[in-house]
């Protein structure tokens, strides 16, 4: 879990001088965002797409392997 799911992944890990995390790449967009944590499995969403999840939502769709870890 964390370090070793992100390796095995291919998820960028950040440089030394900033602080440790994770750029996992959102389900919608695709763009990489920083992360504190990481687990493997998780489809993670950026801030700018979350209002479209919760549009989804709403609507009644339902997106395959939804996680409140996002």
Known sequence: MGYNDAIRDGIRLSGKNEPRGYYPRCQFCGTEFFSMNYRSGIRYTCDHC???K?????AGLSLKHESKCD
């Not at 919760?54 to 709403?58: D, E, G, I, S, T």
Request: proline letters at 12%; a positive charge; hydrophobic letters at 60%.
């Open 50 to 52: 979350r209002p479209l």
């Open 54 to 58: 919760k549009l989804l939502l709403a």
